[in-house]
Each structure stands twice: as structure tokens, then as C-alpha cells.
């Protein structure tokens, strides 16, 4: 399936029609999530992992105003390098489709074009949400209204620690999004394995996962299933810690006065040099293992 606005690649669509599986990956976290130059690093290495797997990765970016699901190794690579590269939200897309110009897409985003290339499942680390303060500054990702009205299974901590994570989880049910806790009923907080809230259902097996959204596709319900998925016990941030660095992080947020769609690179930044860069490695062992489990979900789901 190829328009002008989108390409799928060869191999993608192949996996799509002869239902292999297939997992989608976002490229904002390459291109505006992790520093260089291991946002290139890292982003290979997922594709690897998949492949090792069995299943076949589709990283979804924006090239030359064409949105790409499955990206070539040279198109990541490009993305990781330029720094002028834009970070692509949904309402984004038109405009920098029409401009010819090139980013990392967000998880509303590649959600939209994974499902528009017939990929129901996707992996990325953290989910944009409600930001605190957004009471009164309006400051919720479009992830969330997105995957309201997008029938993928999204592999995600939990929502990253930086955000109001209880206004969020409000919001995620008001919006219909099941939230299914992977081998856990506490709602993972990104950087920590407890985010400090409950959640209603955990599946035990990917197979489980892969149930309920066939139940919702039977259903014939539009919404994403959140497949949230805890950091290792031993790859966590000391929980202490980083409560102590999330309250500086937002007090820097107010002090520097940054908004709008800088706040989650800027916060994301921040604890990073907060812990002396071991937010990054934390950030790297989520990224692994929900990339992990959503080949596990694809596996189940093909066929
Ligand atoms: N999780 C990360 N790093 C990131 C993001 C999530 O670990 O860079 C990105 C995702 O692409 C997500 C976006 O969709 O941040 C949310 O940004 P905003 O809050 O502006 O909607
Ligand atoms: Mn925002």
C-alpha cells in the first residue's frame, strides 16, 4: 500500500498481507528522546532483536515529507544524525508531509500510520500523558486522544514518570483505553518499576494480551490496548531518587518557562543529567524489554 503521503516497504507490506508478524517502532525516540550517538545504536538494535525473533520491525519516520513505515537502516541512521529533523505529532503530519520535511514520529503518530499499514502491534518506551500543571496549561500529549480512536496493542512502561501519572490514568480510562498490567497489577512508572498506582488487570502470557484484543476487535471497539510493562527489578532508578529528581525536574520546567511539545525532550534531558546519564540506561533496559514483549505479542497475534 503506497500513496504519496505513504510508503510501506517491500518487506513490511510482504509480512502484513502473509500475516508474519510485525511490530512498529517510533522514531521520535531517536530522534528527539535519546542523545546521540547512541539514539542510531539503539534504534538498530531493536530492529536486530526482532529479526532474531523472527519478527519483522517496522520503524516509522518521516523522510523527505513521505511518511515511511519501515525505514531502511540508512534512513534511521540519517534521522539519529540531523538535527534538524522535526518531532512529527499527528497534527504535524500534514504539514510537514506538504513542506518535504523529515522526523522522528511520536507514538500518536506511528500508532496512526502502523495501523493505517495494517501493524496492530507496537513497542516504545514510554507514552507521552497529562503533564502536571495541565489544569490550568492544557499540557496532555495527543498520544492519548490518539490512541483513543486506534486499534493497535501499544508496549509501553507505563507512562514516563516525568508526568502527572494519576491524571493520566484518569484520563486513559475516561478516553477507554484498556490498561493491561504485563505480570503486574501495580501501573509501571518508567524509570521505576511501581509508578505508586494501582491497575484493575494483568495478563500473565502474551497469548493472554493477545485475547483481549481480539475480544475488542470482536467488539468492534476503536481503542489501543495498553500493554504496560515494568523495567527489571534490577534495572530500575532507586525509587528514593527519583522522586527526588522528578520534583527538581519540574520545578526547572516552571523556571525555564519551556511548553508545548519542548517539554518532554527538555524533562527527559534533565534527569538525565540529574543521575550522571544512568536515567539513559534505564531508559535503554525499558526500550529493550517492551520491544521484547511486543515481538513476543506479534508472535502470538499471527498467523
Ligand atoms: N518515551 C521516551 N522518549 C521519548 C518519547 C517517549 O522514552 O522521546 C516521546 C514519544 O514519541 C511520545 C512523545 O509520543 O515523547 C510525547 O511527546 P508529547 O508529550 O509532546 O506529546
Ligand atoms: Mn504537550
Redesign the pocket.
Known amino acids: 500500500m503506497t500513496s504519496t503521503a505513504v510508503r510501506v516497504s517491500d518487506e513490511v507490506a510482504a509480512a502484513v498481507r502473509e500475516r508474519r508478524p510485525v511490530v512498529a517502532l517510533?522514531?521520535?525516540?531517536i530522534t528527539?528522546?535519546?542523545p546521540r550517538p547512541r539514539n542510531a545504536e539503539v534504534a538498530l538494535e531493536a530492529e536486530a532483536a526482532l529479526r532474531d525473533a523472527g519478527v519483522v520491525p517496522a520503524t516509522i519516520g518521516v523522510v523527505g515529507g513521505v511518511a515511511t513505515v519501515g525505514l531502511s537502516s540508512d534512513e534511521i541512521t540519517a534521522l539519529a544524525g540531523d538535527d534538524g529533523v522535526d518531532?512529527v505529532?499527528l497534527r504535524d503530519l500534514p504539514v510537514v508531509g506538504a513542506l518535504g520535511r523529515s522526523g522522528?514520529?511520536?507514538?500518536?503518530?506511528?500508532a496512526f500510520l502502523a495501523h493505517r499499514a495494517g501493524i496492530t502491534v507496537f513497542a516504545?518506551?514510554?507514552?507521552?500523558?497529562v503533564?502536571h500543571g495541565a489544569s490550568t496549561t492544557f499540557?496532555?500529549?495527543?498520544?492519548l486522544t490518539v490512541l483513543a480512536r486506534t486499534p493497535v496493542l501499544v508496549v509501553?512502561a507505563g507512562v514516563?514518570s516525568i508526568?502527572d501519572v494519576g491524571a493520566t490514568l484518569e484520563r486513559l480510562e475516561t478516553l477507554n483505553i484498556p490498561v493491561l498490567g504485563y505480570r503486574t497489577t501495580r501501573f509501571p512508572g518508567?524509570y521505576v518499576r511501581d509508578s505508586g498506582f494501582g491497575l484493575l488487570y494483568s495478563v500473565d502470557s502474551p497469548e493472554q494480551a493477545v485475547a483481549v484484543v481480539r475480544a475488542r476487535d470482536d467488539l468492534g471497539l476503536p481503542q489501543a490496548v495498553l500493554l504496560a510493562n515494568p523495567v527489571g527489578e534490577h534495572d530500575q532508578l532507586p525509587p528514593d531518587e527519583h522522586d527526588a529528581i522528578l520534583a527538581a525536574a519540574w520545578a526547572e520546567v516552571e523556571r525555564a518557562g519551556i511548553s508545548?511539545?519542548?517539554?518532554?525532550?527538555f524533562l527527559?534531558d534533565h534527569v538525565r543529567r540529574a543521575t550522571g546519564d544512568r536515567s539513559l540506561e534505564v531508559?535503554l533496559a525499558?526500550?529493550r524489554g517492551n520491544v521484547a514483549l511486543a515481538g513476543q505479542v506479534a508472535v502470538a497475534s499471527a498467523g
Open positions: 517510533e522514531s521520535t525516540i528527539h528522546g535519546l518531532k505529532s522522528g514520529t511520536t507514538v500518536a503518530t506511528t516504545t518506551g514510554g507514552l507521552g500523558g503533564h499540557d496532555e500529549s495527543a498520544d509501553s514516563k508526568l518508567f508545548g511539545n519542548a517539554t518532554t525532550p527527559l531508559n525499558v526500550y
